[in-house]
């Protein structure tokens, strides 16, 4: 019978290749890297009489990060969070990220064309008539990454010991995306910049027995 050695039940660490990534509740198989930083703002308190010291004045707090993925045939998030829908001006709304098939409003059928914002329209047509306050929003899917919703990053890791760990990201809110491709990449990379909400540290989940398949969790 193999029994494990005991160098590999102190610690447990995990590399890149033990990680999987999911957002929301849909697995990202394209993420290379994802890193993040936690600031806040401190300033030191003096008063006469002393050049040390006093105190500390403890302000906000600011947590972001990067993302980076592989760029493949098509654009890496607005895919895969295809269905994560956020509520749209109409009149800014092109017609093919609509729901709905039927495009009701001229002037989003202008701005479908490429031309913006019905920018060849008066200015008085550019906007639709309103029969209530919500008469001019529509549920779409986003066509850019800053209108993707907040979502939850979960780093889920198990190594080939059996330890299995996790940490999130939560309340990811997308800003800055950038992409450039030269003659001399093999690969190309696409990448974004986010604000977050908290972050969860990593933390012990279970430890699976390779011998016996005996899962036991922390208490």
């Known amino acids: 019978m193999a029994i494990q050695s005991e160098f590999t039940r102190g610690h447990n660490s995990f590399s890149g290749v033990d990680i999987k990534a999911v957002f929301g509740s849909k697995t990202i198989g394209t993420l290379q890297g994802i890193s993040y930083s936690v600031t806040r703002e401190k300033a030191p308190i003096y008063t006469m009489g002393s050049a040390d010291m006093r105190a500390v004045a403890r302000g906000k707090r600011g947590i972001a990060g990067s993302l980076v993925f592989i760029q493949f045939d098509s654009e890496p998030l607005l895919d ?11 009149d800014d709304l092109r017609p093919d990220y609509a729901l709905t098939t039927n495009v009701t409003n001229p002037t989003a059928a202008v701005a479908g064309t490429g031309s913006g914002n019905a920018a060849g329209l ?26 993707i919703p907040p979502f939850d990053v979960v780093l889920a890791a198990a190594n080939e010991y ?58």
């Open 162 to 219: 059996g330890a299995v760990a996790s940490m999130q990201i939560l309340g990811v809110e997308l800003m800055n995306s950038g992409y450039g491709v030269s003659i001399d990449d093999i690969v190309s990379e696409h990448s974004y910049t986010f604000l977050a909400h908290g972050i969860v540290p990593w933390r012990y989940e279970a430890n699976i027995n390779l011998t016996t398949g005996m899962i036991s969790q922390p208490l």
């Open 80 to 90: 895969e969070l295809k269905n994560l829908r956020f509520l749209s001006d109409t």
């Open 122 to 147: 008066p200015a008085q047509l550019q906007e639709s008539e309103l029969t209530t306050v919500w008469s001019d929003q529509e549920l779409a899917h986003p066509w850019y990454v800053d209108q």
